[in-house]
Structures are given as structure tokens and as C-alpha cells.
């Protein structure tokens, strides 16, 4: 039986979006024969009708799944997610991706391929060698870059140069060993505690550079309070990772 790779994708206000990107994601089912494709929609109760839309996609695509549910962040809407995707669906692998274009998703078959030669954690770098950010700002640019180091520092994961990359590639091997609801964070700084901890847990990694795109629709739901839990959750993430490398 062919095992299920599933992209999760968590959605508020995005029906704009969904509608073109759904097409997009299943055209790529063709290029990973080791996996049979699935998406999961995670749904934040959007007052567009962003559920509405996905309902009416599922009639022509079987192996699109709607999750929908109270808004709490990102963090939460993620947990929810997985939770459904590796015991509801057994995934093997679960892809984290937007759903505003700025992740390309042709990049799907790599993902899923590099996953075959071992790397349970593969990470779209926004900042490596041949990655780039063509629409982001000077300021933006600097706090993504900060992040970054803020994270390999306190979290103990040196080497990386993009910690807070929304997409992903994760072997639910290493993702079902992660108590997701002990991660210090509901919101957007979730995608660098989840990072730090699937490192912990042994993930081996490789990352792959990425052009992030212009947003097609929509605005970015990255926000003050979110910037404020990830300094929050710095020193949190410091006593957790200490403690792990000293058991490990």
C-alpha cells in the first residue's frame, strides 16, 4: 500500500487562494510516486467562506480533507493538523506550507524525495545559498535574519540560516516522538519551537534553497503580539534545549 504524504495547511481568510492553490498542489501528485498526495485544510472559522470553497473543491478532489475550528493561532491551528494527518490519515510525511503562493509548490516532489534518502526534516531556506526574498524590505529581511540566529543560539541548533521557514518537509517518525502541546508558543514563533524540537528529537536535516514569492491575495497575519511571544519564548526554548543536550 502506497504510504500518504500530506500537505497541512492552515487557513484564515484565504479563499481567494485556496481556490487557484489546491489545483496547483494535487497537479504535483504525478511527480511523487512514492507517496499518495492528500492536503488538509485547517481552517481558523474564516468569515470569507474559505471552507465553503474547499467543500466545493472536495467533490473533485477525494484526498482534500477540511479541519475547521476556533481561531487560536497558528500554532494550535498546526497541532490540530498533524494530529489528524499521522492518526486519521497515517501520513508518513506532512508538508507545512502557506497558502498565499509565496511557497512554490513544484518544490513538493524535492521535499517528498529527499525524504527517501533520510532527511526527516527537509526546510525551504528562504536565506541560504540560492535562496532570496525578491519582495521583502530591509526591515523585514533583518528580523527574519535575527530570528534565525536568535533561535540556533538559545535553542542550540547552530548551522541553520532559516529557523523560522514555513515550509517543510517532516517524517512523522521523528514528528509522532514531539509532544506538540508542551511547545511554548501558539502563534507564528510555533514553526521555530517546533524546529528546535524536531531537531532534539534527532531529525536529520537538510535545507533547500527557496525564491519566497510575492503574496497572489490576502494579508500577512504576522503581527505585533506575534513577535512579542518569539522574544518571550527565547529563554524558554534555552532551559528546554539545555536540558535536552545534557540528557542526549
Not at 95 to 114: G, I, K, R, V, W
Not at 119 to 134: A, E, K, N
Not at 202 to 228: M, N, W, Y
Not at 233 to 239: D, E, G, I
Amino acid at each position: 500500500m502506497t504510504e500518504v504524504a500530506c500537505v497541512v495547511l492552515p487557513t484564515y481568510n484565504e479563499a481567494s487562494n485556496v481556490s487557484k492553490l489546491i489545483p496547483r498542489i494535487f497537479a504535483q501528485a504525478d511527480h511523487i510516486p512514492t507517496h499518495e498526495l492528500h492536503v488538509l485544510i485547517v481552517d481558523d472559522e474564516s468569515p470569507d467562506g474559505t471552507s465553503d470553497v474547499v467543500r466545493k473543491l472536495q467533490q473533485q478532489w477525494p484526498h482534500l480533507h477540511l479541519l475547521s475550528g476556533e481561531k487560536k493561532g497558528l500554532g494550535v491551528a498546526y497541532t490540530r493538523g498533524f494530529d489528524y494527518a499521522t492518526n486519521e490519515l497515517n501520513a508518513a510525511l506532512v508538508f507545512q506550507m502557506d497558502a498565499d503562493f509565496q511557497h512554490d509548490p513544484t518544490l513538493l516532489p524535492l521535499f517528498a524525495s529527499l525524504s527517501q534518502f533520510g532527511f526527516s526534516l527537509v526546510i525551504g531556506s528562504r536565506f541560504g545559498p540560492g535562496g532570496s526574498t525578491p519582495d521583502f524590505d530591509f526591515r523585514r529581511r533583518l528580523m527574519s535574519r535575527v530570528a534565525t540566529w536568535l533561535v540556533c543560539r538559545f535553542g542550540g541548533v547552530a548551522g541553520l540560516r532559516d529557523c523560522t521557514s514555513g515550509y517543510r518537509c517532516i517524517s512523522t517518525a521523528i514528528l509522532r516522538n514531539c509532544d506538540l502541546s508542551k511547545l511554548s508558543t501558539r502563534g507564528y514563533s510555533f514553526q521555530s519551537s517546533l524546529l528546535c524540537e524536531l531537531i532534539w528529537r534527532g531529525a536529520k536535516v537538510i535545507e533547500i534553497p527557496i525564491v519566497f514569492g510575492k503574496r497572489e491575495a490576502g494579508e500577512s497575519k504576522l503581527t505585533f503580539r506575534d513577535q512579542l511571544e518569539f522574544l518571550v519564548s527565547l529563554p524558554r526554548l534555552f532551559m528546554t534545549g539545555r536540558k535536552r543536550r545534557r540528557a542526549g
